[in-house]
């Protein structure tokens, strides 16, 4: 056989090389033809859950932003949540649709990528800018407590304008009077916790309240809340009772309705996955009879005034549940309500109270607002927790002007605490950052200049657990005291920070903040 020329190998070894080139640039195509197919599909499916994010969120409430939460809460925490209202099954960790499901398990998958995508790895939370001082603030404890005794399980704090005395009520279902020295006594052994108490004078002149009694405490739709009349005439007076079957009430307000001369009540019924707000109306033969408002649960706190200026008593409430926010009720003159809403949060907020007061003082009240609830399927510090202030731009429209981040801000309530002609803002914080920030548990917000605030941090960490705050003259001396009242008796049950033990006083069931300014 001829043997091959130098020149017919190296033509042959360029050849070669030229094939393999041909093919490896042919694979690399392929590839990358593959890669970028797969890239486009994931994108396809990322935007498709956006898209069915929107329509399924925005079906029950406000729309949440994947940048509220991070990535684990979104992904253990709310979707799976989320599944289950949407009707889907989980059969040992594995989900399915039946009839009942609104979406297909791959649809739901799409929603999941694309929060997962989306969302950040953790959330950034604002660093203080506060003070740590007493204010204008002296701590003054009860008179005698058992320090053996059972927790402290406070559930209202109320002060009676009328008598001068400030009641309590707990989870035992005890309701106390404190004089001003704080030395209690029971009054009555309800039929259940005391969550609401509304004071007046009946015809006889007699000292009368209106309690609110939940029923069940922790979440439920069962249908055993009361509201119970209580006659205080200088004996022991068994409460009446003048309505049942309320789902969970929490909170109600008094109100003529129908402009009849009786007195009506505004009821928020929380529930749980069922409630709803509901009118209680009195009758000529002294009875009452229940009327719907608004047929959803999460109702927590209600004020009555006429908010549109026509002569007729209006209903606004905030609602806590799933679709957050706040509705005003305006009376049609007709026995029925007209809804309009006025302001609305995701439903991450955790929303949990609200107050009407002319915080700018040009005669116009406006909302101070919290949210902080912290112990559904999101249990993680949020920077948007906190107290916001929204100013009343006259015809029901109301703009947000304030923020402070307080984690786990559970109510504010405003008062000319320091006597200098404005108003200033208390606040409490259940699910505070009791591991990092502890002071945070109340916070007297000082107003400086109009719109501004100066936030003075008490150290009243040790002392309890704040579910509960009242404001009032409680000595009578013509300033503003504050009471808090302590919840402990779940312990670290309600505590979403692992490796943090609760060091507060565990027994105190309420402490009192003197006011020094005068």
Known sequence: MERETLSTRIVRSISLAIGITAVTAFSLVSLQGCKDK???LAEERIDEGRELSQKYCKSCHQYPSPALLDKTTWQKGVLPAMARQLG??????????????LLSVDDYNKIVEFYKIEAPDTLALPKPNSVKDWAMFAVEQPAKVDKNGSPAMTTLIKFNPLNKRLYSADMANNLLSWDNKLKSELVATMPSAVTAANFYKNAAGENVFMLTCIGILPPNDELKGLMQELVLNGKSSKPRQVFDSLPRPVQTATGDFNKDGLADYVTCGFGNTKGGLFAVMQQPDGSFKKQVIRAV???????????????????????AQADEGIWVFLNNKKGGFETRNLLRFPPVYGSNSFQLADINNDGKKDIIYTCGDNNDYSSVLKPYHGLYIFINQDDLSFKQTYFYHINGASKAMAADFDGDGDLDIATIAFFADFKYHPTEGFILMEQTAPGKFKPHELPLNKYGRWIAMEVADVDGDGDQDVVLGNFSVFGDKLINQKGYKPDWDMREPIILLRNKSK
Request: charged share 20%.
């Open 297 to 319: 649960p999460g109702a927590i706190q209600v004020e009555v005034g006429d908010f549109n200026n026509d002569g007729w008593p209006d209903i606004m409430c905030l609602f």
């Open 38 to 40: 797969a890239t486009r």
């Open 88 to 101: 889907l099954q989980n059969e040992m960790g594995m989900l399915y649709a039946d009839r009942s499901s």
